[in-house]
């Protein structure tokens, strides 16, 4: 299957000032794209098609503007497109001109080819306006992406790592620093975990580790009760149809934090963390921390747990949760998120279609709409671009004119 590619002729000038938004988009060999041009308003986009067309794999593309795994949390190689002849598989790219918070940037990013047989470790190259940079984790500095799919809806129910990988993907946006602190709290277990494993360390070297984790571990528990917290009142403000919800990080840092400041709790962390070295080292892994840790939800006005809502009103506490942080994320960086949206509008009673439609234009900043139904979305009509998607191909559609 070959794609065609798509010029669509738009100024770039036409950007909302507002938000975040792609102005062009391309492709090559990403999933079922072997080749995508786009050129964007920066208005609200609109993907509509049949099962199996593309539209989701054009979510991930954006999503991986953003650091991590993009929103399947597929393994780089997975994502390149099959075209019946494994030799031909390598590599695909995604390339994007973007109106960020720096203002405009070009974004390259990519499965990078294996230099050689021994090197089988995949890598993600991302260049920032043509220059090399050094890890993906850097995107977060020029964008925000937030994005809500089918597969979360089962977050509620299904293992607390997920729900923790949400949480703290909330957090990223409301907090600079959430990221590193992720990043480093793990590295020192990680290294921890290395040293218990192998026997005989060095006793000042463990001690130094655990600092570390007691640190960044006690950082990061205090940026998740400061950001559902922040997200809780942000909802508690909002007066459309979706539903509040009060948020709790639930973890053993976090509950010392309610009652002790943060220093007593780091110092709290590191004795556990000595106490546990034994128990730590037959289980091969640190047992207690922020890496355990879970986000319990609860639907205010019902007053029970998310997970025993119905399944439209565990969408609705989903939506109305990542609208408030895309709020939030707005108020932070002057700049709405780039928003992407798989499949909402489906879930959604005409009400509350109108009034995410309403919520959306009132962010400002780009989303990306995707739905098997035209007539969804028929509340955007003349505020949003309309593509239509079929095999991998994307055309524009004059819609609802
Ligand atoms: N690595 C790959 N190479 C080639 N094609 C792929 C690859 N991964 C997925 N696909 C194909 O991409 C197609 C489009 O997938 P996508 O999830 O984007 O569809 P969709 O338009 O969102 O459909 P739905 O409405 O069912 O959600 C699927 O048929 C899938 O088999
Ligand atoms: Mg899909």
């Given amino acids: 299957m070959r794609s065609a590619a798509l010029v669509a002729e738009r100024p770039y000038e036409g950007a909302t000032a507002g938000g ?9 060999d990403f999933r079922n794209y072997a080749e995508l041009h786009l050129r964007l308003s920066g208005q609200p986009v609109v993907l509509t098609g049949p099962n199996g067309a593309g ?17 399947r949390r597929a393994r780089l190689s997975e994502v390149s497109r099959t075209t019946g002849q494994p030799a031909l598989r390598c590599c695909w790219a995604a390339h994007a001109e973007l109106a960020s918070v720096i ?17 089988n470790a995949e890598r993600r190259i991302v260049r ?4 090399p940079a050094a890890s993906a984790n850097g995107l977060a500095e020029y ?25 703290d993907r909330l957090v990223y946006g409301l907090d600079g620093g959430h990221a590193r602190q992720v990043a480093a709290f793990e590295r020192a277990m990680r290294e921890r975990n290395r040293l218990l494993k192998i026997g005989g360390a060095d006793s000042a070297w463990l001690a130094a580790l655990e600092s570390q984790m007691a640190e960044h571990g006690v950082a990061v528990a205090a940026a998740r009760r400061d950001g559902l917290g922040r997200i809780e009142a942000g909802m508690a403000l909002a007066t459309g149809p979706f539903p509040q919800a009060r948020l709790a990080a639930q973890g053993v840092i976090e509950a010392w934090l309610a009652d002790m400041p943060a220093l007593a709790a780091e110092e709290k962390y590191r004795t556990m963390l000595a106490e546990r070295r034994g128990i730590d080292r037959e289980a091969g892994a640190a047992t207690e921390g922020p890496h355990r840790s879970d986000m319990a939800v609860w639907h205010a006005e019902k007053d029970q747990p998310a997970a025993q809502c ?3 009103e565990q969408k609705a506490l989903l939506i109305a949760i990542t609208l408030a942080n895309a709020r939030l994320i707005r108020a932070r960086r002057q700049m709405a998120p780039l928003m992407l949206l798989d499949e909402i509008s489906a879930h ?6 109108a009034a995410l439609y309403e919520e959306l234009l009132a962010l400002g900043g780009q989303v990306w709409l995707t739905g098997t139904d035209d007539d969804l979305f028929a509340g955007l009509a003349g505020q949003a671009e309309f593509f239509m998607v079929a095999d991998g191909v994307v055309t524009p559609r004059a819609a609802f004119s």
């Fill in 143 to 167: 964008l925000d992406v937030v994005w809500l799919t089918p597969q979360m809806d089962r977050l509620f129910v299904e293992g607390l790592s997920t729900r923790r990988r949400f949480m």
């Fill in 128 to 131: 920032v306006n043509g220059e």
């Fill in 348 to 353: 959604l009673d005409a009400r509350r279609r």
């Fill in 310 to 312: 119905s399944t439209g």
């Fill in 20 to 28: 975040t938004a792609v102005l062009s988009l391309s492709l090559r």
């Fill in 55 to 71: 539209k989701t794999n054009i979510l991930e593309a954006l999503s991986f503007f953003s650091p991590g795994r993009g929103l």
């Fill in 103 to 119: 203002g405009p940037v070009s974004i390259g990013t990519g499965l990078a080819e294996a230099a050689g047989d021994e090197d």
